[in-house]
């Protein structure tokens, strides 16, 4: 999901992405979420938009949707006039755009989720506000109207009943913690659950093992602990926090958060921990060391299957090491909206009117905590906006609530909850309430099966917030920026791009969330980046067209595409061609791209000859090249263990002379390298695997990118240079790279 707050401005460079979306969405505390004022039901919040400028700014699509219903404001004349003028000044704006939007926070049918965006309020609306019609995020809807004379625009977003459980994992109050969390959605902060018990120690065992030989214990937990995890920036930050005996639902952090705790730059050197600590299996490793466990269980292996996962935590005064992998230690994400980080689904209000009667609501209120929480809140609430049950929601307005005591003279009196503070008020009458349903027809309208269903309501800037962690992307998003450099007009060459992307988009998402490729900035670099390696995703294997020659491999002439060949008739090719190489190659050679090549192909990047710079050709989205890029790629996969060969084989006297059958240094021994473009994971994690390891400095240098401008040529320039160590490509590069910015990031 990409998504973004309605209005659009500049990022200040100091701003963290929280702030920068409260900034562009001030809030009418008065007429805020879940309740207003008037501790009625509220389902949105107001924004509050002055225009100072000549050109009003925009509202805009928080995301790519449809058009379900829409209705144009009515000329500022009828706005100051009842039925839309009820308050005692100016009047409402009773424009507004009712946005359907379809779209995947991650894999299978639980990742392809449906929500809602409602603007209300807007004074002027897009002339391409039209039924069913495609909106792209950051598209303008309109301008920001008035609600009772003050410059406000409501903003809401919902989901149905069928999609609350896709969206955050569950369908119940608090997250169940018997359990680890979802794997078909991780995104955001690492969580974990240490359950009473837990044991603390001085520090690590040398070896990463399991063993607690030699470890003095510090402290023992007597209740539960939830420790959460953020990963950013190079920089790895643990808080911990610990239920409150006094306040139930309020969870206290312990002590100041543990900034990289466990070693500097820790996000930036996860390769490398997990080379030294996951020596058998370090990809997986490194999967136990970014999510707390192995989420590609298809393609990733443990071993030994009880590796641990030591870090430094914090407990009741003071903290400690822990193995986070034990089982009994359960294991979150943001993708489960963890209750003790505010989290809740309220769903315990059955009256069918508009004022909050919720147990749970009411107990924060009492103890305290609404206010801190109230921005994640879960709600499940009728819809408001439905012309039909105008009256089911508001003739308490005139005939009384439930807990209300009504007088002979049409005074309704109540207790504050949780006090012994009585209030009142005067119930209308019924030419009153006749005026304000009137008024509230001229807002409301027809929601088809939006009105009756059940709706789960969030807040607005929580729910952004929160899912702008979240990086997957819709296939449609990497196909817009895999055809950047295509001519519309190429028809055949857009549907073929078109068609790949549909192919690799399950595994570019899972690789870009492996190797926390989570922001705009990292997203953007990355996928312009292996556009221009892979083709487009059209050229995963430079392709080895090798032309015969009269006494050559194949009698006859023509072309062999050793791509096309299985394992065995791969052998019989190398074979031939080592056999034939004195007079094969004498002439004609061949590059990995199956142009002619010359000899220093075959004895560099490790390669032992002209077979080798064949075998091991470019493969991947980032194409890895030469024996001994290949190598580290297969230790790091768990596919060769390093005592198999012997290290800097490139060193040997004898390989220097280009005589590899007298080297006494062992070559790694590769036998199937189109493993890497056997299955789309594996293709796309080689580009993550080259610039989280190969290529480490890499990332930093995305990071350092802070604006996020489509227009930034100089940082595309340093990691195209941190990447190939030149600018070779660097025009398209630019050009993939600026696109992805323009799609996936906010610059409008």
Not at 84 to 93: E, I, Q, S
Not at 617 to 643: A, E, H, I, P, Q
Not at 685 to 697: R, Y
Request: hydrophobic share 30%; with cysteine; proline share 4%.
């Amino acid at each position: 999901m990409i998504i973004n707050p309605p209005f659009l401005r500049d990022k200040d460079a100091t701003q963290s992405d929280a702030d920068w979306v409260e900034a562009m969405m001030p809030v009418n505390a008065r007429r805020g979420y879940p309740l207003n004022a008037s501790e009625s039901w509220h389902g949105g919040i107001h924004i509050s938009h002055t225009d100072a400028g000549a050109t009003p700014e925009k509202v805009r699509a928080i995301a790519d949707g449809t058009v379900v219903s829409f209705r144009k404001p009515a000329p500022p004349e009828k706005r100051d006039q009842f039925p839309l003028k009820y308050a005692p000044v100016r009047g409402t704006d009773n424009g507004y755009v009712l946005l359907k939007h379809e779209t995947e926070t991650g894999s299978g049918e639980d990742g392809k989720v449906v929500f809602y965006s409602l603007y209300m309020h807007l004074k002027f609306l897009e002339a391409e506000i039209k039924a069913d019609a495609k909106i792209y995020r950051k598209d303008s809807l309109g301008s920001s109207g008035m609600t009772d004379g003050q410059n406000e625009f409501h903003f809401q977003v919902f989901c149905d009943d069928d999609n609350i459980k896709k969206l955050t994992g569950r369908k119940t109050k608090e997250l169940d913690i018997s359990k680890d969390g979802r794997t078909d959605a991780v995104y955001g902060d690492i969580h974990f659950y240490l359950p009473a018990g837990t044991t603390f120690y001085d520090k690590a065992p040398a070896d990463n093992s399991t063993s607690i030989t030699g470890l003095s214990e510090l402290y023992t937990s007597n209740a539960p602990l939830y420790v959460s995890m953020t990963l950013a920036q190079g920089s790895c930050t643990m808080v911990t926090r610990q239920k409150n005996t006094q306040i139930d639902g309020m969870y206290d952090l312990l002590g100041e958060p543990l900034v990289n705790a466990d070693g500097e730059d820790y996000e930036y050197n996860l390769y490398k921990t997990a080379m030294r600590n996951y020596k058998e299996s370090p990809s997986a490793g490194f999967e136990l060391l970014r999510f707390g466990r192995v989420i590609n269980t298809e393609h990733e292996t443990l071993v030994p299957a009880d590796a641990p996962l030591w870090m430094t935590v914090s407990y009741p005064g003071g903290k400690g090491v822990v193995n986070l992998a034990e089982p009994n230690v359960k294991k979150f994400s943001d993708a489960d909206f963890p209750h003790w980080t505010g989290w809740l689904l309220v769903d315990d209000d059955k009256d069918t009117h508009s004022q909050c009667n919720s147990a749970i609501i009411r107990k924060l209120q009492e103890e305290g905590g609404y206010e801190a929480q109230s921005n994640r809140l879960i709600c499940c609430l009728p819809f408001e906006w439905e012309k039909s049950t105008i009256d089911a929601r508001y003739k308490w307005l005139m005939t009384g609530l439930p807990w209300e005591q009504c007088t002979p003279e049409k005074t309704a009196i109540w207790t504050v909850p949780g006090t012994q503070e009585t209030k009142d008020r005067v119930l209308m009458s019924e030419e009153d309430y006749g005026k304000f349903k009137t008024h509230a027809e001229a807002l409301c309208f027809d929601s088809g099966a939006l009105g009756s269903g059940k709706l789960w309501h969030f807040e607005p800037r929580g729910f952004i917030e929160h899912f702008r962690k979240c990086g997957w992307l819709d296939c449609e998003v990497i196909e817009k920026v895999m055809v950047a450099n295509t001519k519309p007009s190429s028809k055949m060459q857009v549907n073929k791009i078109k068609n790949k992307a549909k192919e690799y988009y399950l595994a570019i998402n899972k690789i870009m969330n492996k190797y926390n490729f989570s922001s705009a900035n990292r997203i953007s670099h990355f996928l312009g980046q292996g556009a221009v390696e892979s083709g487009s995703l059209l050229s995963m294997q430079e392709v080895s067209q090798l032309q015969t020659i009269e006494n050559g491999v194949q009698k006859g002439g023509g072309i062999v595409d050793l791509s096309t060949k299985n394992e065995a008739e791969l052998g019989h090719w190398y074979g031939a061609l080592e056999t034939e190489k004195d007079n094969y190659f004498s002439e004609k050679k061949y590059n990995s791209r199956g142009g002619l090549i010359t000899g220093s192909y075959s004895w560099i990047n490790g390669n032992c000859g002209d077979v080798d710079a064949q075998k091991y050709r470019g493969r991947g989205f980032k194409m890895l090249t030469g024996l001994d890029t290949y190598s580290s790629y297969w230790v790091y996969r768990g596919w060769l263990l390093t005592n198999d060969f012997d290290r800097y084989w490139w060193d040997d006297h004898e390989y220097k002379k280009k005589n590899a059958s007298k080297m006494k240094k062992r070559p790694p021994q590769i036998s199937l390298p189109q493993k890497i473009t056997e299955n789309p994971y594996n293709c796309i994690d080689t580009g993550g695997f080259f610039i989280v390891g190969f290529k480490g400095k890499t990332i930093e240098v995305m990071d350092a990118d802070k604006n996020g401008k489509s227009d930034d040529d100089d940082i595309i320039t340093k990691v195209t240079s941190a990447i190939n160590g030149g600018d070779k490509g660097l025009a398209e590069r630019k050009i993939f790279t600026r696109k992805a910015k323009e799609v996936i990031g906010d610059d409008v």
